[in-house]
């Protein structure tokens, strides 16, 4: 890149300095960035101009296909351009990349396959695990073999470790007792408001849709911002789209990883007509996507996960209570652009797991 474009200020640009020493001094890092914090981008932006990157790439990986697109031309726009340009992407069955791109953001697997080509990562300055908390078996498998590939092939490769929630101890040493960079957020007061006992669905089974709809119109006529309501899957999701097609003062926006991009786009921008927005998502809506406007997150607490059926021997998805960790990363949602409210399809009494089962089977320091 030539002259760099002034960016706008954010909590993480006081610790990009120690990052960028970090990384001159050694070889790796573990970023813990609360939510708001910009680390998706800035950090990226930050590293190609290091001396070390003067001849390479860096790959920038994300979770899911939608969060890679968004970054992706969320850092093009920073810099006045184009996805595909200085900044590229590539997901399974897409690729916008060219001669001139320095940053690549990929999916977990898009790594692994360009590992299985060819091990020494050719033309690769530094691999970037962005929301590595997820603990899926792409991100441990991705994060093995590039360990492997540093420790036997190429030993110039620089690797950050980025999370919101991460156990910096136990990665640091996993990565070489490498160094921890701790930056501050930018998080704004979120009230959170319980369902009442009254709108539970008996059994346990879970909230209405009746009630979801409900709740999402009086939290409409309560704030005057846009709505992010999460629900378990697409089905959910066109249900109670059904239910507040009536309202011709909101643009309903569903979000989930089926849709074609334009559609996940409209999501994530201003309405075109100026109305507000009720976006109905998804689980991913809940990390590395900023959702313009939001002020109001309605969380009716479940999510679809895949199971195994020891009657058939395959896997099955099935929906369950989301945990106390991934109900904070939706809370967040409400609180990155201003104060905000989050109401909760449940009682303050309900159990929840305290994260994720992924996360709970094993940890970094039984890797």
């Known amino acids: 890149m030539t002259t760099r474009p002034a960016f706008p200020p954010l909590p993480i640009d006081p610790a990009l300095p120690q990052l960028l020493a970090a990384l001159t001094a050694g070889r790796n890092a573990v970023l813990a960035a609360p939510p708001g ?15 070390w990157a003067a001849k390479g790439r860096i790959l920038i990986l994300e979770p899911r296909r939608i969060a890679v697109r968004a970054a992706a031309e969320r850092m093009a726009e920073m810099l006045g351009e184009a996805a595909g340009s200085t900044v590229g992407y590539r997901i399974r069955g897409e690729s916008k990349v060219g001669r001139a791109t320095r940053i690549e953001v990929v999916t977990e697997g898009i790594l692994t396959r360009m590992l299985q080509s060819d091990p020494e990562l050719p033309g690769i300055a530094a691999v970037l695990f962005d929301e590595i908390h997820g603990r899926s078996i792409h991100t441990d498998l991705g994060l093995a073999l590039a360990l492997e590939v540093q420790g036997a092939l190429k030993p110039e490769l620089r690797m950050v470790a980025m999370s919101v929630t991460l156990d910096t101890g136990a990665i640091s040493q996993l990565m070489g007792d490498a160094p921890v960079v701790e930056s501050a957020g930018r998080m704004f007061p979120v009230e959170t408001r319980w369902l009442e006992q009254s709108w539970r669905q008996p059994h346990g089974r879970g909230p209405r ?3 979801a709809a409900a709740l999402v119109a009086q939290a409409l006529d309560a704030a005057e911002c846009d709505a992010l309501v999460f629900l378990p899957g697409a089905g959910e999701i066109n249900r109670v789209a059904g239910l507040l097609a009536g309202r011709k003062d909101v643009a309903l926006c569903p979000l989930n990883g089926a849709l074609p991009f334009t ?54 998805l099935v929906t369950v209570p989301v945990s106390r960790a991934e109900a904070e990363q939706r809370r967040g949602r409400a609180g990155r652009l201003g104060p905000g409210v989050r109401y909760r399809m449940w009682t303050p009494a309900a159990r929840r797991a305290p994260c994720p089962p992924s996360r709970r089977r094993k940890s970094w320091r039984q890797t």
């Open 263 to 316: 559609r996940q786009r409209a999501a994530l921008r201003p309405d075109l007509e100026g109305r507000r927005k009720v976006v109905l998502a998804t689980a991913v809506a809940e990390t590395s996507l900023t959702v313009e406007g939001i002020g109001i997150v309605v969380d009716c607490g479940r999510a679809r996960r895949a199971r195994m059926n020891p009657g058939t021997g395959m896997s099955q």
């Open 37 to 51: 914090a910009g680390n998706t981008t800035r950090v990226p932006l930050a590293l190609v101009e290091a001396g």
């Open 209 to 211: 849709f009746e009630a």
